[in-house]
């Protein structure tokens, strides 16, 4: 069965820094590409980035600069580093791994809240 964990949301005013940490079993992590996901209320979930197994990174337009990913395939654990932070960046995040097809995806965590106020 799948787990992914997330954690490390909070409260953090603009231009802050948060990590969000996500634990995941279920899933030959190390093998999978992973992802990071947000959504904002009254929006539809949105790829924030991906990693792949060999650490490669690609970044939605919107965080690009701001946000890093990166993965512990021996914890399997990924990371989500998000700095100089914005308001529109507001929305609950999760993990999960990352596929053409991942808005079909029947497993998610809880996620984790991230608030940005100005």
């Known amino acids: 069965q799948v787990q992914l964990v997330e954690s490390g949301g909070g409260l953090v005013q603009a231009g802050g820094s948060l990590r969000l940490s996500c634990a995941v079993s279920?899933?030959?992590?190390?093998?999978?590409?992973m992802g990071w996901y947000r959504q904002a209320p009254g929006k539809q979930r949105e790829l924030v980035g991906t990693?792949?197994?060999?650490?490669?990174?690609n970044y939605a337009a919107s965080v690009e600069g701001r946000f890093t990913i990166s993965r512990d395939n021996a914890k399997n654990t990924v990371s989500l580093q998000m700095n100089s932070l914005k308001p529109e960046d507001t929305a609950v995040y999760y993990c999960?791994?990352?596929?053409?097809?991942?808005?079909?995806?029947?497993?998610w965590g809880q996620g984790t809240q991230v608030t940005v106020s100005s």
């Open positions: 999960n791994s990352h596929s053409a097809t991942w808005q079909k995806y029947p497993y």
């Open positions: 279920g899933i030959i992590f190390r093998f999978s590409t």
């Open positions: 990693i792949t197994r060999d650490g490669s990174t």
